[in-house]
């Protein structure tokens, strides 16, 4: 295959700092060991995709970043700080970690505005009036300014997964973690989402994203990152890692969804 051309995020990941970093994180529930030595460092605007088969701790490896999953030993930082245990200092991380669930977790009673400029309102303590206008741009950014009056329930499933992706970008995130955000969504609606976070990709925001989408990761990642039993197996570029895996355990796994 033709390697593509570089995202244009490279460059700005080459020189910049570490946004995002792992060190020897450490995870179990119960007896099953699910993160295993795990080390990982994602450089400002840089866009990690995260693969592997059911199981492999992706999910779990997302979640421990913004503390949803707590960890057993290791380090996780943001932007330099070691994540805080509780408290405001939490909060706060909450509002730099941006998240898009498979699940959308929208209000249902609330309309797709108020979904998106609650937390601004409540936790950035932004006005009223200057939340709205900025949510009125998000929504536009993602395509669905037209359905800002509307119900979670009126939409569909990939307007409501846009809706959650302009409700993470209202809080000026430092990074956004997306734990398999199309999975959840009827295939004709996925790519609606996949180009929303493409364009995000574009424009130099951070991501760490938790996927199935091959063809995602081959467009817009700068980095792949293979994870199985645990363990971060392998990591390369897209056409690396596509064209070329290291280890028998990617190729198996790339041999596995790509001919499905």
Not at 145 to 156: I, M, V
Not at 183 to 192: F, N, Y
Request: with cysteine.
């Amino acid at each position: 295959m033709a390697e593509h051309p570089a995202h244009p995020a490279q460059d700005r990941a080459a020189t910049s700092a570490a946004m995002v970093s792992l060190r020897s994180v450490d995870k179990h529930f119960g007896s099953l060991h699910v993160l295993r030595g795990i080390d990982l460092e994602v450089r400002a605007s840089e866009v990690v995709v995260v693969v592997g088969p059911s199981g492999s701790g992706k999910s779990t490896l997302c979640r421990t970043i913004n503390r949803l999953e707590t960890i057993d030993s290791g380090e996780i930082r943001v932007d330099g700080a070691a994540l805080p245990v509780e408290g405001a200092g939490l909060a706060r991380l909450r509002a730099d970690v941006g998240m898009v669930f498979q699940s959308f977790n929208l209000f249902a009673h609330r309309t797709v505005l108020d979904n998106v400029t609650l937390a601004p309102i409540q936790v950035r303590k932004a006005k009223r009036r200057d939340a709205e206008a900025e949510a009125m741009v998000l929504l536009d950014r993602v395509g669905i300014a037209d359905k800002a009056h509307h119900l979670p329930a009126q939409l569909s499933g990939g307007q409501q997964q846009r809706a959650a992706i302009a409700r993470a970008l209202a809080m000026q995130p430092k990074v956004m973690l997306f734990d398999e955000p199309t999975s959840a969504l009827d295939p004709e609606m996925v790519g609606e989402v996949l180009d929303v976070m493409v364009g995000l990709a574009a424009e130099g925001m951070t991501m760490i994203v938790v996927t199935h989408e091959m063809g995602f990761a081959r467009r817009a990642a700068d980095r792949v990152v293979f994870m199985d039993e645990g363990r971060i197996v392998e990591q390369n570029t897209p056409a690396a890692f596509f064209d070329a895996p290291q280890t028998d355990r990617a190729r198996a796994f790339l041999a596995s969804v790509l001919t499905h």
